[in-house]
């Protein structure tokens, strides 16, 4: 089992900034994804960003240029630095790890319990 513990939500002002952190623990796998989704109220959950355990990153269109995905494998944490903040970005931010099972198969995902990033404008 793999438990995802975040922090660093709160609510700030348009053009703002703030940074999640989420560290895991338990039995993670050498090689891993790590991410940051998001849900606001009537949404579905969306990507928002993705990094592989080598650095690899992805971000959704909506946040290129303003939010930055890093992690610390020493550590199992992976950290999203969000700047110019805006109204839109108001969501609950889950912390989600994928790894594979190399001789089945399997995809494990784990999620944490969310922390609300609020933006005002």
């Known amino acids: 089992q793999v438990q995802l513990v975040e922090s660093g939500g709160g609510l700030v002002q348009a053009g703002g900034s703030l940074r999640l952190s989420c560290a895991a623990s338990g039995s993670i796998f050498s090689i891993n994804n790590m991410g940051w989704y998001r849900q606001a109220p009537g949404n579905e959950r969306e990507l928002v960003a993705r990094i592989t355990s080598s650095g690899t990153t992805n971000y959704a269109d909506s946040v290129k240029g303003r939010f930055t995905i890093s992690r610390d494998n020493a550590k199992n944490t992976v950290y999203l630095q969000m700047n110019s903040l805006k109204p839109e970005d108001t969501a609950v931010y889950y912390c989600?790890?994928?790894?594979?099972?190399?001789?089945?198969?399997?995809?494990?995902?784990?999620w944490g319990q969310g922390t609300q990033v609020t933006v005002s404008s």
């Open positions: 989600n790890l994928d790894q594979k099972i190399f001789v089945s198969g399997r995809v494990l995902i784990y």
